[in-house]
């Protein structure tokens, strides 16, 4: 529900207060919790404006780039960190956040939001994209899926992208050549 995350994050304050760089953080960049919790300072490549994700449920490192927000969050908490530090720490000890399930089950509980698990942030990013019109290959890509078929829940064939897609098959717009089948005996005699 659109009103669900506006709700969300004005609760977090106080002793939940952690949780209100990791949860713009989740939504925009769609890293898994485990991902995000062992972000260390020299994972955010602020030249290049990427984050650098090691130690994925895929064994295969990635790259997300970051938006505006999330970049303006990880220039706020990196400022003071030297690079093997973690982004993310526990505003009570000091050392990096091992999980958030307790603190963000308040949260959602304060904010009378049911239902709501941290998986469902990083499920939010994709099916953002999806509604945005990104393929399938992009947002798998930024997920993190090995399989492009786990991407395929966060896409749907929209009216508008349908019109779009049909309106890129105009002559008019592209001004490409004919998608044509190479003759096999004409491919093999052009090498001979």
């Known amino acids: 529900m659109p009103e669900e995350e506006p709700r969300l994050r004005a ?14 953080v989740a939504i925009g960049t769609g890293l898994r919790k485990n991902e995000l919790l062992m972000l260390r300072a020299k994972h955010i490549d602020f030249a290049r404006g990427l984050i650098l994700v090691t130690g994925t449920k895929t064994r295969k490192n990635r790259e997300v780039p970051m938006n505006s927000e999330v970049r303006d969050i990880m220039l706020r908490v990196c400022r003071s960190k030297s690079v093997e530090d973690h982004v993310f720490v ?3 000890t000091g050392r990096h956040l091992t999980d958030v399930k307790r603190a963000f089950h308040g949260a959602c509980a304060a904010a009378k939001i049911q239902g709501l698990v941290w998986h469902d942030l990083r499920a939010t990013f994709g099916t953002r994209l999806g509604e945005a019109g990104f393929d399938a290959f992009t ?19 929209t009216e508008r992208n349908k019109r779009e897609a049909v309106q890129a098959a105009m002559l008019s717009s592209r ?12 491919q093999n005699s052009a090498v001979a």
């Open 90 to 92: 526990s505003p009570k």
């Open 11 to 24: 609760v977090l304050t106080g002793q939940r207060a952690h949780l209100a760089d990791l949860v713009p």
């Open 175 to 186: 001004g490409h050549n004919l998608a044509t089948r190479v003759n096999a005996m004409t």
């Open 139 to 157: 947002i798998a890509a930024l997920m993190g899926h090995s399989n492009v078929r786990t991407t395929q829940r966060y896409v749907r064939a």
